[in-house]
């Protein structure tokens, strides 16, 4: 079955560190997205991407990157982890423009910046 | 950044009450309006996703309506079941935007 993983599931790190979290998808879904959830702020949009080679700002991203070199991933990258982006991660994918199909989300990664 | 709101923020309900909460989100230069489901220590399941005004969709015991010209959506649940509990998310697409911007969630609590 097709299906969209998420690794680690948690993970632990320090200030400063790079931290990259993995997301994959077999649905060969064009788009692609990050959201982090924090209690008060529900889901909020990190970065997505419409296709290979295409990634676009969201609403928090400011700290975040990502690369979309093929059709199944999109790693985010924290280049140097802050506490304030303790946070639970939530990867999506979707096919077509996006606005009319729904998106499917991964199972999370809690990630923990002491 | 849009704004886009869910009430209440929390509902408590009897197994067998229907119940009903709201979506609420800019009138001017809408696309879409999706619907999810987030179980806890799941991830956001779509329910539906609606364009046009005065849609209505059913799945189930769920159903939501879209008045697109007013900016709100209602999400109803009839006859709850423990099994609904859940916290229900909108989401919101216009047409300037490439994004999905979510509401905060209204988290449904059915006791038995």
Known sequence: ?114 | ILNVEQSPQSLHVQEGDSTNFTCSFPSSNFYALHWYRWETAKSPEALFVMTLNGDEKKKGRISATLNTKEGYSYLYIKGSQPEDSATYLCAFYNNAGNMLTFGGGTRLMVKP
């Open chain 1, 1 to 114: 079955d097709a299906e969209i993983t998420q690794s680690p599931r948690h993970k632990i790190t320090e200030t400063g560190r790079q931290v990259t979290l993995a997301c994959h998808q077999t649905w060969n879904h064009n788009n692609m997205f990050w959201y982090r959830q924090d209690l008060g702020h529900g889901l909020r949009l990190i970065h997505y991407s419409y296709g290979v080679q295409d990634t676009n700002k969201g609403e928090v991203s400011d700290g975040y990157s990502v690369s979309r070199s093929n059709t199944e991933d999109l790693p985010l990258t924290l280049e140097s982890a802050a506490s304030s982006q303790t946070s639970v991660y939530f990867c999506a994918s979707g096919r077509g423009s996006g606005r009319h199909n729904e998106q499917f989300f991964g199972p999370g990664t809690r990630l923990t910046v002491l």
